[in-house]
């Protein structure tokens, strides 16, 4: 098993619509969590990081669960400017051992 | 403010040559990184450095030195470029805290090898 899995995508959906990704982590000790956002061709950028209490910002609501060892993002009325790959981060602690996904891919269509 | 900054963008080396990708950063964050990104594969961590003067390998070290001698600067050499080192390069940077508090990237070199 891959130690964090993403679906690579593309999620393609309209204008308006809401849209959810998960991301798996294989290490059962991970202690911080991360969502990235990567334009083409830019470097990846931090939306949000990921509490156990679930943490929420304008249209965008991450969430973790330990038990299922996943966490979400969720996005709400989604805009063409939300077009991006999203990165899941898990840090399982200690700098070398922060992993990053492959990335999933969203397309918001007018 | 200018957070971390690349060079350069873009470059082309022939096989067998070196070259050095520059990172600065001006946020005083004690830890700075190099990734590479290929299609398919992530980012994946070649250097690390928790501080002036510390190094250390990550997960994909083999062709690559680096140094830190001052907080602010964090420069990759290539030493003999390879095809296979063909890549996107990113540069990242994090206060201390063991990567808790995320990373602010580069905007990344864009190297191809002939």
């Known amino acids: 098993r891959k130690e964090v899995e993403q679906d690579p995508g593309p999620f393609n959906v309209p204008e308006g619509a809401t849209v959810a990704f998960n991301c798996t982590y294989s290490n059962s000790a991970s202690q911080s969590f991360f969502w990235y956002r990567q334009d083409c061709r830019k470097e990846p950028k931090l939306l949000m990081s990921?509490?156990?209490s679930g943490n929420e910002d304008g249209r965008f609501t991450a969430q973790l669960n330990r038990a299922s060892q996943y966490i979400s993002l969720l996005i709400r009325d989604s805009k063409l400017s939300d077009s991006a790959t999203y990165l899941c981060v898990v840090n399982p602690g200690g700098y070398q051992k922060v992993t990053f996904g492959t990335g999933t891919k969203l397309q918001v269509i007018p | 403010n200018a957070g971390v900054t690349q060079t350069p963008k873009f470059q082309v080396l022939k096989t067998g040559q070196s070259m050095t990708l520059q990172c600065a950063q001006d946020m005083n964050h004690e830890y700075m990184s190099w990734y590479r990104q290929d299609p398919g594969m992530g980012l994946r961590l070649i250097h690390y450095?928790?501080?002036?003067?510390?190094?250390d390998q990550g997960e994909v070290p083999n062709g690559y030195n680096v140094s830190r001698s001052t907080t602010e600067d964090f420069p990759l050499r290539l030493l003999s470029a390879a095809p296979s080192q063909t890549s996107v390069y990113f540069c990242a940077s994090s206060s201390a805290g063991q990567g808790d508090y995320g990373y602010t990237f580069g905007s990344g070199t864009r190297l191809t090898v002939v």
């Open positions: 990921v509490y156990s």
């Open positions: 450095s928790v501080g002036a003067g510390i190094t």
